[in-house]
Structure formats: structure tokens, C-alpha cells
């Protein structure tokens, strides 16, 4: 049978709502077929298609996740199953990753009710919200609180755990190294305080990676002082939009309010 191809997320609220109604209404028959047969025949086909995506992880390749994630959730049949969460975490967390925050709405909305309860999907949708809010506290507080829920001894799959331990590891480098660059582009000066706020780790750290990034500092008034933002060519590097720089500003805005 040959597949369509898919069609592009949808990017707003009521868009998303509707697509993700229309896909559980017309997976019912499939859901049943499933329900039938993936209890005497093995393994479904999230879990033999899981060992790609970690594979894909190990290699830090992070739109081959993208990838291989969305074909298998575009394909395979039933989604009452936690196995689909197999799927769908790391499919989240590579797009956060990326800094893809309405295709990783999209792929949570689709979730049938019963997913969209479970513990791991309600912490990834707070991890969404509040990343794409840039309610930088609580991004690193959100993330927290998910590696501790993965930790647990008795959460349902130890190799999902690790693959997910690292993916959110690396989103909250990303999502650092991304507010670094923004903070060098909306402050002339800040304080130490307004730092360990935007980038969630403690001053000693701050300090380090400012030094190599060429930021001044001054320990008397606790000033610090980002080197002069130079643009950089498109194919080098590929931070926010100027949409998350708005969020940035808004936040500076507020802080100083």
C-alpha cells in the first residue's frame, strides 16, 4: 500500500484540536483490531521499532528521531497502549530539542485521553508550556521533576528511562546555551541574580561559561556585562526565532517591572 505523504502540522490551538479529535475518531477500528491480537503475538510495533530510536539517540541525531518516530506513529495500528509512549516522549523531547515547540504540541494532542492522563505525558506538556511561555524557572523545575519521574524503580520502561534521561539532559543544555546567546542580545548588563533566573544554574557556573563566551564581571556590584552580540551566518548556528527574543524581552520587562 502506498502512503500518502504526511500532512504538515497544524499550528494553531483550535487547528490542533481538531486534527487530534479527527485521528482518535478514525483509529477506533484499529484500536479494536490491536486489542485483538497484540496480546498473543509479542511485541507491537512501538516496541520493535523503540530500538531505532535509541539508536538514533545514541547518535545525538536528533531529527532522525523526528523521523523514524513520526513513522511509526503515523503507521502503526492501536494507541491505548503506554507502548506509544515509547514513541511519542522522545518524539517531544527531540523536538523541544530543536526548539520545535508546534509540532511537539502537535504530537501530544493527538494523544488519545487515556495517554494524555499518564504522569510522563502531563509533565512533558507542562515542559512545553512553560518552555514555549519561556518561564524559565519552571523550565528547569518541569525538567527536574521529569528526570525524577523516569528514575523511579517502578516506572514502566528502564531503557525508555535512560533514552528520555538524556534527551531531557540535552534539551536543558540547549535551552541554556539558546537563552545564553538571547541575554547577549537583549542585555547591555545584568545582574547576578537576573542570570541565575534566566539560565538556571549557580553563579560559580555562570561565571565559567561567561568567561569563555568573553562577558565582563564586576564582583563588587555583582554586574555582569555580555560581550557584543556579532551576527553569525545562517549556516553556522540556528538559535530562537525573534519571536523567542520577543519572549526574552517581555521577561526583562517583567524582571525589572
Given at each position: 500500500?502506498?502512503?500518502?505523504?504526511?500532512?504538515?502540522?497544524?499550528?494553531?490551538?483550535?487547528?490542533?484540536?481538531?486534527?487530534?479529535?479527527?485521528?482518535?475518531?478514525?483509529?477506533?477500528?484499529?484500536?479494536?483490531?490491536?486489542?485483538?491480537?497484540?496480546?498473543?503475538?509479542?511485541?507491537?510495533?512501538?516496541?520493535?521499532?523503540?530500538?531505532?530510536?535509541?539508536?538514533?539517540?545514541?547518535?545525538?541525531?536528533?531529527?532522525?528521531?523526528?523521523?523514524?518516530?513520526?513513522?511509526?506513529?503515523?503507521?502503526?495500528?492501536?494507541?491505548?497502549?503506554?507502548?506509544?509512549?515509547?514513541?511519542?516522549?522522545?518524539?517531544?523531547?527531540?523536538?523541544?530539542?530543536?526548539?520545535?515547540?508546534?509540532?511537539?504540541?502537535?504530537?501530544?494532542?493527538?494523544?488519545?485521553?487515556?495517554?494524555?492522563?499518564?504522569?510522563?505525558?502531563?509533565?512533558?506538556?507542562?515542559?512545553?508550556?512553560?518552555?514555549?511561555?519561556?518561564?524559565?524557572?519552571?523550565?528547569?523545575?518541569?525538567?527536574?521533576?521529569?528526570?525524577?519521574?523516569?528514575?523511579?524503580?517502578?516506572?514502566?520502561?528502564?531503557?525508555?528511562?535512560?533514552?528520555?534521561?538524556?534527551?531531557?539532559?540535552v534539551f536543558i543544555e540547549r535551552?541554556?546555551?539558546?537563552?545564553?546567546?538571547?541575554?547577549?542580545?537583549?542585555?547591555?548588563?545584568?545582574?547576578?541574580?537576573?542570570?541565575?533566573?534566566?539560565?538556571?544554574?549557580?553563579?560559580?557556573?555562570?561565571?565559567?561559561?561567561?568567561?569563555?563566551?568573553?562577558?565582563?564581571?564586576?564582583?563588587?556590584?555583582?554586574?555582569?556585562?555580555?560581550?557584543?552580540?556579532?551576527?553569525?551566518?545562517?549556516?553556522?548556528?540556528?538559535?530562537?526565532?525573534?519571536?523567542?527574543?520577543?519572549?526574552?524581552a517581555d521577561s526583562v520587562g517583567?524582571l525589572e517591572a
Amino acid at each position: 500500500m502506498v502512503l500518502a505523504p504526511p500532512t504538515p502540522p497544524p499550528l494553531s490551538t483550535t487547528e490542533i484540536q481538531d486534527a487530534a479529535r479527527g485521528e482518535n475518531s478514525s483509529s477506533q477500528t484499529a484500536i479494536a483490531q490491536e486489542t485483538q491480537t497484540s496480546g498473543n503475538n509479542g511485541p507491537d510495533t512501538y516496541h520493535l521499532r523503540f530500538p531505532f530510536i535509541v539508536e538514533a539517540v545514541s547518535a545525538s541525531d536528533y531529527p532522525k528521531v523526528i523521523q523514524i518516530a513520526e513513522e511509526v506513529d503515523l503507521t502503526a495500528v492501536g494507541n491505548n497502549q503506554t507502548s506509544r509512549l515509547l514513541i511519542i516522549a522522545p518524539l517531544v523531547l527531540a523536538y523541544l530539542i530543536l526548539d520545535q515547540s508546534p509540532p511537539a504540541r502537535y504530537a501530544l494532542a493527538r494523544l488519545s485521553e487515556s495517554h494524555a492522563t499518564h504522569p510522563l505525558s502531563k509533565l512533558l506538556a507542562t515542559l512545553l508550556n512553560v518552555t514555549t511561555n519561556r518561564n524559565h524557572s519552571k523550565v528547569y523545575a518541569t525538567a527536574a521533576t521529569l528526570v525524577e519521574l523516569i528514575s523511579q524503580p517502578g516506572f514502566f520502561d528502564q531503557d525508555l528511562a535512560m533514552v528520555l534521561t538524556k534527551l531531557t539532559t540535552v534539551f536543558i543544555e540547549r535551552f541554556r546555551l539558546r537563552t545564553f546567546e538571547l541575554l547577549s542580545r537583549a542585555y547591555n548588563s545584568l545582574t547576578m541574580a537576573q542570570a541565575e533566573n534566566y539560565l538556571g544554574v549557580p553563579s560559580e557556573t555562570i561565571l565559567a561559561e561567561a568567561s569563555k563566551n568573553g562577558w565582563e564581571y564586576d564582583s563588587t556590584s555583582q554586574i555582569l556585562k555580555p560581550r557584543a552580540f556579532s551576527q553569525k551566518s545562517n549556516n553556522t548556528t540556528n538559535f530562537s526565532s525573534l519571536s523567542t527574543f520577543a519572549f526574552v524581552a517581555d521577561s526583562v520587562g517583567r524582571l525589572e517591572a
